[in-house]
């Protein structure tokens, strides 16, 4: 049984920093890509970031310069650091578990999600 289980959101001022983790369970973690998606408010769910097994990453473009990420094999865990944040940044956060495709990145498993409140 495959299992995500992020951990690391809560409220932080603008300006701010925060590191959310994904622990993960169930998979051959060495040889998965990874990826953190969030969904704002009342909007869609969208690509934040994600990491292949060779460690090469893709961003957002709106996190690009101040969101990292990043994985521990030996752990099997997924890191997403975020600097600077702003009440943009605000939303639900959920690891995946993916494969790179012809079309780019597709998670096949999701983690219950973190969320993120970035105010003042």
């Known amino acids: 049984q495959v299992q995500l289980v992020e951990s690391g959101g809560g409220l932080v001022q603008p300006g701010g920093s925060l590191t959310l983790s994904c622990a993960a369970s169930?998979?051959?973690?060495?040889?998965?890509?990874m990826g953190w998606y969030r969904q704002p408010p009342g909007k869609q769910r969208e690509l934040v970031a994600r990491?292949?097994?060779?460690?090469?990453?893709m961003y957002a473009d709106s996190v690009k310069g101040r969101f990292t990420i990043s994985r521990d094999n030996a752990k099997s865990t997924v890191y997403l650091e975020m600097k600077i944040l702003n009440p943009e940044d605000t939303a639900d956060y959920f690891c995946?578990?993916?494969?790179?495709?012809?079309?780019?990145?597709?998670?096949?498993?999701w983690g219950q999600g973190t969320r993120v409140t970035v105010s003042s």
């Open positions: 169930g998979i051959s973690f060495s040889t998965a890509s």
């Open positions: 995946n578990a993916g494969r790179l495709t012809l079309r780019g990145y597709v998670p096949d498993y």
């Open positions: 990491i292949t097994s060779s460690g090469s990453t």
